[in-house]
């Protein structure tokens, strides 16, 4: 089967299975919308009375400036941890040589978020699909299943809210990193943004002079944390000391 039949076929699966969500929902009857990319959650909202939310993936971007569409999971710039799953596209498109589906950025038209998010819904399941528009940027959002108020209550509370960047996963670095100036930046494992953490995992990472301590004390104890003093950062804060250290 050629990509386009293919893709034509995912199309008219998605539409016919959009209809019900949509109608299910009441998906368009919400003016405002807002997603978190940390905890994968998206709220569309009237009002605090009249809202819903869904567990979402990130399916990728298309933009009206340059015609171009980016896969989520080649967006460097990206905190989902989700977008990796969407690899899983990638892989189906390497067995079947869909080229569209294995790399970064392609040329596209006005129809190709629908298209790609069409194939990924076939792909991934889920329970619809949704588009958002912001300046030229059409961003595409698999929704995988409505979630309660409780269970956004627990990912926001497994977040920190940073004065900065708003509610982002949490991280742990010493007392002298910092945004400004280059200390040396050491981990407890290499990271990268947006990674999926097992739930035993943090993000953590100390200075040169704290790495001496920690190999003068022949590791972490009592003496080498109280001089670390560690201190909690955002994810995104976490990463700009990463980059400023490199």
Known sequence: MT???????????????????????????????????????????????????????????????????????????????????????????????????TEEAIKGDEYTGWELTSIAFQLLGGTGTYRVVVDELEIYFLFIEVMDRQEIDNIGNALIECSSHGKMRLAFVCQHLNG?????????????????????????????????ERIKTNGWNDESMEFANIRLVCEECYFNMKALNK
């Not at 969500?21 to 009249?50: A, C, I, M, P, T």
Request: proline share 2%; charged share 20%.
């Open 3 to 101: 990509f386009q039949d293919y893709a034509a076929q995912a199309c008219q699966d998605l539409q016919n299975h959009q209809n019900a969500f949509l109608g299910k929902y009441g998906v368009n009857d919400y003016k405002h919308w807002f997603y978190n990319q940390s905890g994968e959650y998206f709220r569309l909202y009237n009002n605090e009375e009249e809202e819903i939310y869904f567990k979402y993936l990130p399916v990728g971007s298309f933009s009206r400036k340059s015609n171009t569409w980016m896969w989520s999971w080649a967006n460097q710039h990206s905190y989902h941890p989700g977008r990796f799953r969407i690899l899983e596209i990638k892989n189906f498109g390497l067995e079947h040589g869909y080229k569209e589906l």
């Open 180 to 212: 400004h100036s280059s200390v040396g930046f050491h981990e407890a494992f290499e990271t990268f943004k947006g990674m999926p953490l097992n739930k035993e995992e943090d993000f953590q990472a100390w200075c040169n002079t704290c790495e001496h």
